[in-house]
């Protein structure tokens, strides 16, 4: 689950993921691909829920919440 | 699906549920949240582009602007966030009839556009209680091509089950103008929401085949 402050940065970082695929791979493998993706490294994601909560308040702007299958 | 869990187990455990506590459907599901964790518009998945990242999050920054405009007793700017709300389906409508009722009037344009999204949520509502029972799916096909034909009629964003129980009912009925028409409802529905996908040519293809059985000399 990732939680990134809105920017357009980000946006653009995240709009650079890869493509959806038709099959489906292994747990491990899609989690060793999402740790390689470019975005992952270089976009100011927060991976606690909490966290980006306080930090909107803060900052006051909206989070822009990337829900993966496993927290459904 | 794009992605799996990167988490330690114990941050996954945290997490667990946070898309269904939220409404967030969708795999990945991706949304724009206010600082209290309210969601104020989901993505779609159908497409993930920078340009369409770029679409909603002013989707987002617009909705809470009426939204404040409307708690400062803006009529027009609490008609917008309704229709808003109700476009993104973030209301039941027994909800979004009480905040309607909350509208002080209403513009022809906004008349016509809460109408619909609110025969929408009728028309689902109605889907869902039909189920699968095929007399009563067929029972409201007729009038689903009734309200086609003479009104009122619904958005285009009207859910595809709409459609589905016309073509039901004019296949049993061996209507076939109606179910040109349900066809034609269909098609535009697809071309909506299916970008392109097989399953949307397919669908159409069938019911083209039934479509040309039906306008075919006893019906073969």
């Known amino acids: 689950m990732r939680f990134a402050i809105v920017t357009p940065t980000a946006l653009a970082l995240l709009a650079a993921s890869p493509a959806a695929q038709d099959q489906q791979p292994s747990q491990d493998e899609l ?33 822009f919440a990337y829900l993966t299958t496993v927290n459904h | 699906m794009l992605f799996c869990h990167p988490e330690s187990d114990a941050t996954a455990a945290k997490h667990k549920g946070l898309g269904k506590q939220l409404g967030v459907v969708g795999l990945p599901g991706i949304a724009f949240l ?5 969601v104020v518009v989901q993505i779609p998945a159908s497409e993930h582009s920078v340009a369409q990242f770029e679409r909603y999050a002013a989707r ?38 009480v905040l309607r009722r909350a509208l002080h009037d209403e513009t022809g344009d906004e008349k016509a556009r809460l109408d619909e ?46 459609w589905y129980v016309i073509l039901e009912h004019c296949e049993a009925a061996g209507d076939a103008d109606g179910f040109a028409a349900g066809l034609e409802g269909m098609r535009v529905n697809v071309a909506r929401t299916s970008n392109g996908a097989e399953w949307g040519r397919q669908l159409l293809s069938d019911c083209e085949a039934k ?10």
């Open chain 1, 31 to 63: 989690l060793a691909k999402e740790l390689a993706a470019p975005f992952l490294k270089l976009a100011p994601w927060l991976t606690d829920y909490d966290e980006a909560l306080a930090a909107a308040k803060a900052q006051q702007r909206l989070i």
């Open chain 2, 34 to 38: 206010t600082a209290t964790g309210e």
């Open chain 2, 60 to 97: 987002a920054h617009q909705l809470l602007a009426w939204r404040a405009a409307a708690a400062g007793g803006d009529g027009r700017a609490a008609a917008a966030l309704l229709i808003a709300q109700l476009e993104e389906r973030q209301l039941d409508r027994a909800a979004a009839e």
């Open chain 2, 117 to 162: 999204l609110l025969l929408d949520l009728r028309i689902g509502e109605e889907l869902r209680a039909a189920g699968s029972d095929r007399a009563v799916r067929r029972a409201l096909g007729a009038r689903y091509l009734g309200m086609l034909r003479h009104g009122p009629v619904p958005s285009p964003d009207v859910s595809r089950g709409f």
């Open chain 2, 211 to 220: 479509l040309a059985k039906l306008r075919a000399p006893n019906g073969r």
